[in-house]
């Protein structure tokens, strides 16, 4: 025989309740699930904002650093030839000027001579002392030509020193300069990696 079960709506109302219950607190579960992952991706998103952000400032001052350092570069380049230039130029005018200086005391040391002899001579009495020229030690070309010579030592002197402060403080330019573009280029690897898991 064939048995029919029937139950009352009386009969069927608590496994109802109890069903409905069980569906909603696995809806409130599912929705809190949601909004918790809805959460994480708004924070990852705006996580993945800062690090392009970030990116493309470090990108940009890498950028920069490239073109400051090319600039440098052009510059002390210039800087230094312009300083060996004027090294090479201010020692050949030393030795020009020695050459000078050498041929003028020789000029007025016979020059000296010859009036000595005139001076012993009959004839009238011109010269009061041997001839000197103006080669004296309070001023004259010799005096001048040995202050020009001077001055050049000195400009050797002051360009070889502005040169070797210019070098280093290039060289420490640019080693600060690729230690920073490193520091830099690490930084935007490690955030492009951390973006792309992200």
Do not use: W
Not at 89 to 109: G, I, M, N, P, R
Not at 173 to 188: H, L, P, R, W, Y
């Amino acid at each position: 025989t064939t048995e029919i079960y029937t139950l009352s709506l009386h009969d069927a109302l608590p496994i109802c309740d109890t069903e409905l219950g069980t569906n909603e607190k696995t809806r409130k579960e599912k929705t809190e699930a949601v909004e918790t992952l809805h959460a994480e991706i708004d924070q990852l998103e705006a996580s993945i904002a800062k690090l392009t952000e970030d990116i493309a400032e470090l990108t940009k001052a890498v950028s920069e650093l490239d073109a400051a350092m090319s600039k440098a570069t052009k510059i002390r380049g210039d800087e230094k030839a312009t300083n060996t230039e004027t090294i090479a130029d201010s020692q050949a005018a030393q030795t020009a000027v020695a050459q000078a200086l050498t041929v003028l005391k020789e000029f007025y040391a016979k020059a000296g001579e010859a009036t000595a002899f005139v001076q012993q001579s009959d004839e009238p009495e011109v010269f009061d002392s041997p001839y000197k020229g103006m080669g004296g030690e309070s001023g004259g070309v010799v005096g001048m030509l040995e202050v020009i010579e001077s001055d050049f030592a000195r400009l050797e002197a002051d360009t070889k020193a502005s040169e070797a402060s210019a070098q280093k403080e290039y060289d420490t330019f640019m080693t600060d300069s690729k230690v920073d573009k490193e520091a830099k280029s690490t930084d935007i690897e490690h955030k492009t990696s951390k973006k792309q898991i992200g």
